[in-house]
Nanobody, 126 residues
Framework: QVHVVESGGGSVQSGGSLRLSCVASGYGASDYCMGWFRQAPGKEREGVATVDRDGSTNYADSVKGRFTISQDYAGNTLYLQMNSLKPEDTAMYYC????????????????????WGQGTQVTVSS
């Protein structure tokens, strides 16, 4: 079984920054593709950012230029640096992992991931 745990959410004012972290543990988890998703009240869960081992990244249009995804493969930790936060970024943020090992940046939909964390709340006030 693979366990995914996020941390780092909180409340900030518009224009502020937060850094989310995620650790996936369990057999084989260190090699899995991982990504960030978010879900606002009344909306579908959407892909935010994904990253591949070759450094390739993929971002939702709404966060490009403001969010940066990175992965520490030695520590098996995924990060999401969020700058210039806006009220519309308010959502529950989820980290996800799946037993795929290449082209991770292309896995951008909820259905492509098997393992999910409980989520961490990000609230941005205007």
């Amino acid at each position: 079984q693979v366990h995914v745990v996020e941390s780092g959410g909180g409340s900030v004012q518009s224009g502020g920054s937060l850094r989310l972290s995620c650790v996936a543990s369990g057999y084989g988890a260190s090699d899995y593709c991982m990504g960030w998703f978010r879900q606002a009240p009344g909306k579908e869960r959407e892909g935010v950012a994904t990253v591949d081992r070759d450094g390739s990244t993929n971002y939702a249009d709404s966060v490009k230029g403001r969010f940066t995804i990175s992965q520490d493969y030695a520590g098996n930790t995924l990060y999401l640096q969020m700058n210039s936060l806006k009220p519309e970024d308010t959502a529950m943020y989820y980290c996800a992992a799946t037993d795929r090992y290449t082209k991770c940046a292309y896995f951008f939909t909820r259905a492509q991931y098997r393992f999910w964390g409980q989520g961490t709340q990000v609230t941005v006030s205007s």
